[in-house]
């Protein structure tokens, strides 16, 4: 059974950092987009960043310049550096996998994690 297990929330203070994993278990071939979403309190679910198996990221413009995405497509894990956060960046953080291919699978499917929460409060 694949599934996405995240790591890496917790507290910090303004202007500090932090780095998100999210690795893809199970017997996956081969994972098209990944990426960062979040949700705070009373708001939407939001595309943070995402990044395709080639690389191509694309970045909320929130974060840009803050926030670095990246992947190992060995591993199928994806990881979101997070510098300079602000308390505007408070949220759960959910990893999503779009278009996995599975050894199981007949086709392609997509999957969320289970969210990981990130407070930034002094």
């Known amino acids: 059974q694949v599934r996405l297990v995240e790591s890496g929330g917790g507290l910090v203070q303004p202007g500090g950092s932090l780095r998100l994993s999210c690795a893809g278990l199970g017997r996956i071939v081969s994972i098209n987009t990944m990426g960062w979403y979040r949700q705070a309190p009373g708001k939407q679910r939001e595309l943070v960043a995402d990044?395709?198996?080639?690389?191509?990221?694309n970045y909320a413009d929130s974060v840009k310049g803050r926030f670095t995405i990246s992947r190992d497509n060995v591993k199928n894990t994806v990881y979101v550096q997070m510098n300079s956060l602000e308390p505007e960046d408070t949220a759960v953080y959910y990893c999503?996998?779009?278009?996995?291919?599975?050894?199981?699978?007949?086709?392609?499917?997509?999957?969320w994690g289970q969210g990981t929460q990130v407070t930034v409060s002094s």
């Open positions: 999503r996998a779009d278009g996995i291919l599975s050894m199981t699978s007949i086709a392609r499917f997509n999957l």
């Open positions: 990044i395709t198996s080639g690389g191509r990221t």
